[in-house]
């Protein structure tokens, strides 16, 4: 399909370099266009690129009133060579349609989300910021539009990308571990539900708990199963951690456990980092005792935005505190960001296809 460019007039876009000068925040920055496709009578047509502006959306929308609604999130990188990179896109474009599919979705062919998204990125290239670990934030997603109060999947759909630039997740570097709270009274996603697609149903499910995390002293939960037995994962993260011999564990995926490219990644990297990363059932038990006993070494949360977020302290409902290690950041989760972060942005050699340049089209 022909991607048709109606472009805001140059005058009106960003002109010169963007060169913040405080670190940006992350997700709040907008650039000049978006990619937009719609879908009716079975086919995807009219694919875009528009200048940034609202939806009119019919009040009685499917997405608007049962959250028929999905979406993706991926991160471009400029390189010592002055060219934008996209990280991974084609693993997004793909897990797009497989959460398509579990809320009731049409498929988009992900060779057109891959040229929409590089196409709005050279568009709006003026707009990557030029700033020690910043990135463009890639957000695409895709919503029921159809006029109906019924709750059946929608006949209609619109398929959009947005881009926000954003600063380094950590300005200061990956100092501060965060805290999770480990609690049976909430649970994500259950077997046979949504818990493994990018919904926003789910993480309008999620709110409460991450509020309620956050008045604990967390910045969220991490979740376990709906037998309360093993872990599952952080919301917005997959979770890990370390032993004693440096073996990376993330739990095994499962129905209700996301699929996160960040540790779909760390486990093709096996061999660059030079340890085992595998995957297991992981008992919140046999978790708490090896952190006890000293047989895990690190722990913290694998995904797009933070990439590694190290834990430094589970809080557990009764207000205790369970120190991982001394507390800080240890070396693996520290040895695995900056691998990961070399290759993003071209300065470790990268698997092949993992990094896709903005050509200027
Ligand atoms: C997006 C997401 C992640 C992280 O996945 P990445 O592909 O690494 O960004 C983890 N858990 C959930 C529930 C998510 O929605």
């Known amino acids: 399909m022909k991607i048709e460019l109606k472009l805001k007039p140059q005058s009106e876009r960003r002109q010169d370099v963007f060169k913040p000068e405080k670190p940006l925040p992350f997700g709040q920055l907008r650039t000049d266009h978006m990619f937009v496709v719609d879908y009716a009578d079975g086919v995807w047509k009219e694919a875009r690129i528009v200048p940034y502006a609202n939806f009119s959306i019919a009040p009685g929308a499917t ?112 100092t501060e571990p965060v805290k999770l709270l480990i609690s049976d009274r909430f649970h994500r996603a259950a077997p046979g539900g949504t818990g493994s697609s990018k919904t926003g149903g789910n993480y309008a499910a999620s709110l409460r708990a991450g509020e309620y995390a956050y008045s604990k002293g967390a910045s969220q939960v991490l979740y376990l199963d709906c037998t309360n037995t093993y872990i599952e994962e952080c919301g917005a993260m997959n979770h890990y951690h370390v032993m004693k011999d440096g073996t990376v564990v993330i739990p095994e995926f499962t129905e209700s456990i996301l699929r996160a490219i960040t540790s779909e990644s760390v486990i093709e990297l096996e061999k660059e980092l030079g340890r085992k990363v595998i995957q297991q059932r992981i008992k919140i038990d046999d978790f708490i005792k090896g952190i006890e006993n000293g047989d895990i070494t690190e722990a913290g949360g694998f995904g797009t935005a933070a990439v590694v977020s190290p834990v430094g302290t589970y809080i557990f409902e009764d207000g205790r505190e369970l120190k991982v290690g001394d507390g800080r950041i240890g070396s693996v989760s520290k040895s695995i960001y900056e691998y990961y972060t070399g290759i993003q942005t071209g300065r470790v050699k990268a698997p092949a296809g993992w990094l896709r340049k903005v050509e200027r089209y």
């Open 63 to 174: 997405a608007l009133h049962y959250s028929q609604e999905i979406f993706e999130g991926a991160k471009a990188f400029m390189h010592p060579d002055g060219e934008i990179y996209s990280f991974r896109i084609d693993k997004n474009a793909k897990r797009m349609n497989i959460s398509a599919e579990t809320v009731c979705m049409p498929k988009i062919d992900e060779d057109l989300q891959i040229e929409g998204i590089q196409r709005l990125i050279d568009v709006d290239r003026k707009w990557f910021p030029i700033q020690e670990g910043a990135s463009l934030y890639i957000r695409p997603f895709m919503f029921g539009t159809e006029d109906m109060l019924g709750v059946k999947p929608s006949k209609t759909f619109t398929y959009a990308v947005i881009l926000s630039p954003s600063g380094p997740y950590y300005p200061k570097g990956i």
